[in-house]
């Protein structure tokens, strides 16, 4: 009681009360983010790197920084992409979108714009696969030999068509496009079609020994297992020297047959013709004939019996349908010689010296240089015989389709003819029997096969004319040379028109006019 009071008088505490006291008093946290944010405290920007660690680039940085999705997204535009680039490229349709996209592939990749289509599927594909657990790893080796392998097929897609003129396959969305043609275009003028061919199927095999991780020593040791296995087969087919002299012996016996019957003669089945069905050549024959009746006139069948058509034979006919006609000196209104059909057509003969371009050279400063420098060497059209052939299987083509035309200008540029399409007929009274230009455009397929021709484009009709144009590749393209170029008269009468001494010539247009700018 003593000790009690004892202790209270001296202010102490029990022991068991400071004990019990310190044991509920819990430790401060301290908030070390808080303590860097205090004011005065350094910032985390403002803190030491760590000795050894790298810091981050910016690339890394925004690497970080796009979200997970992201990759979704993309591979959802590159399967929408490719799958509107196929029904672009295979689809008909009249959409403008659709069309200038598929235009844009065939000028770019030509027939490689399929591999493109795909291609964008495929990369699509390829980055959805790990979103359902699939993972495929494509090291960098592969992924240069596929862009190798693409690069080599646009460039075989290229040459392996025989077409001299490899920028004009281009520009009509053939072969392998600009990009095709910018990768041959070298090797082709330097070593031919044939090498520059044999380079770029090396490379695609090379490309494709990369995809597939091909190593020098299994490549080796592939070529020395097929090539055993030919020489083996090589050698069980080759007869030996008793087989080859038992199988001389049976020829000597059996002898060879004195003649040899390489074709017979077929009896020829003439059929009564029908008047009804006779091509537009024959329509006069018919007119003589009346109204249909039946009481026709005896001589009418016979004046139709006894037509070409029918008493000549197929190799005959064959051979009058390209031929041009006689060339007499009657001429036309416009002084153009008259040549007459073999059915009786009188049409317009054609003539290289018509087609000769008129030359005129005006003065030139003594300060420049002279234009004897440049070769002379002027444009060489095609054949007169070619052109006017063409002309007949032109008219002759569409005459059997129930068109009747007449081909009234020929141009002559330096890798195409134009030949000028009038789509209507003017009668003996002075009316015109029109035609419509679609009907002529639909039979685009017919006039290619008539005359042979790789490529055949319709203009309908020429822009600032009252004719459409049919443009057939020349059998021998020229070459435009600067000096023809300098010394026309188009070009005297534009730079004095234009009266500035900085015209200069870009070349000729499709029809072999001067462009002068």
Known sequence: MAQQQATKGSGQTPPSTAKSSNANDKPEKVDVMQATLKEGAPQIEDMPVLEGAKPTTFWEDVRDSIPDWLDEIIAIALLIGGILSFLALFSSTQAVVALAWADILRQLFGYGSLIVAAGLLGMGVYILLPKVGIRLSLQSTRILGIELAFLCILAILHVIIDEPELRTLARNGGGGGLMGWGLTAVPHWLLGRIPTLVIFSVLLLFSIGMIIGAKREQLVGWLKKYGEQLKNFAERITPSDNDLAEIFSRADTYGIPEEIITSREVPLLRIRPNPDSLPPSLRELRRRAGKRTKNRRKEDYEDIENHPLFTKTREEMVTEFNLIGEVGKKKMDDGHLVVTRPDGREKRYFQV??????????????????????????????????????????????????????????????????????????????????????????????????????????????????????EVPNSSPSMVHLRSVYESKEYYEYSQRKGTPLTIPLGRDVAGRPVPV
């Not at 000769?356 to 444009?379: F, H, Q, T, W, Y």
């Not at 002559?412 to 134009?418: A, L, N």
């Open 353 to 470: 010296k018509e087609m000769e371009e008129a030359k005129k050279v005006g003065k030139r400063n003594k300060k420049l240089p002279s234009l004897e420098i440049l070769a002379d060497a002027p444009m060489t059209p095609p054949d007169e015989n070619e052109i006017n052939r063409n002309v007949v299987l032109i008219e002759n083509t569409l005459l059997e389709f129930d068109v009747d035309i007449d081909v009234v200008d020929v141009q002559v540029g330096p890798t195409v003819t134009r030949y000028a399409v009038q789509p209507y007929q003017l009668k003996r009274d002075g009316s015109t029997e029109r035609t419509r230009l679609s009907k002529i455009a639909s039979y685009h397929n017919d006039l290619s096969l008539a005359l042979s021709a790789k490529r055949l484009r319709l203009e309908t009709p020429v822009p600032g004319t009252t004719y459409m144009g049919i």
